[in-house]
């Protein structure tokens, strides 16, 4: 029998891997409660068939067809890529996670255009750096900046 007492290795593990999971569902669910609020205010644009603006976020029946269409293709893609690792490890697929899968597809796929709008912003202006400032004229006629010298450039001067 040894008296080796490593047991408070194993149980910081297990702390850690419980507050990653605690911490996993906490922001799963907060995913899930923005596509649904995302969901509704894009509704209520579809049902008025008027785009309306809320907090700097323009909702339009066209973004809520696109959203709810790409809400589905998250669905399908999270289910598919479950189906494909449940058959490649031989594994039984997971009916009591059925709806958190069907959650999780949705919100991502919804959530995925709403988060990377670019909002229709102008890109920013480009500003020459300081070296750059001096107007170029593009006309035969311009005087060149620097003229590189010749070996030969002192013997036709006077």
């Known amino acids: 029998m040894s ?9 910081a593990a ?23 609020i ?3 205010l894009y509704l209520v644009s579809l049902v008025s068939g008027k785009e309306f603006t809320l907090w700097r976020d323009t909702y339009t029946p066209q ?14 893609v ?9 058959a490649f490890y031989e594994l039984a697929f997971p009916r009591d996670w059925l709806l958190y899968l069907i959650a999780g597809g949705y919100s991502v796929g919804s959530l995925w255009l709403w988060m990377s709008d670019d909002d229709g912003e102008e890109p920013a ?18 005087e060149k900046c620097f003229e590189y010298a010749s070996w030969d450039d002192e013997r036709g001067k006077p």
Not at 3 to 11: H, I, P, R, T
Not at 14 to 36: E, K, N, P, R, Y
Not at 78 to 86: G, K, N, Y
Request: with cysteine.
């Open 63 to 76: 973004g809520a067809l696109i959203t709810y269409l790409n809400g589905l293709i998250g669905i399908a």
């Open 78 to 86: 999270v289910l598919t890529f479950t189906a494909f690792i449940c």
């Open 14 to 36: 297990g702390m850690m891997g419980a507050g990653f999971v605690i911490i996993a569902g906490f922001l799963f669910g907060l995913m899930v409660f923005a596509a649904i």
């Open 125 to 142: 202006p480009y500003i020459a750096p300081m070296h750059e400032t001096r107007p170029v004229s593009r006309s035969s006629s311009a």
């Open 3 to 11: 008296s080796n007492k490593n047991d408070e290795a194993g149980a």
């Open 38 to 40: 995302v969901s509704l």
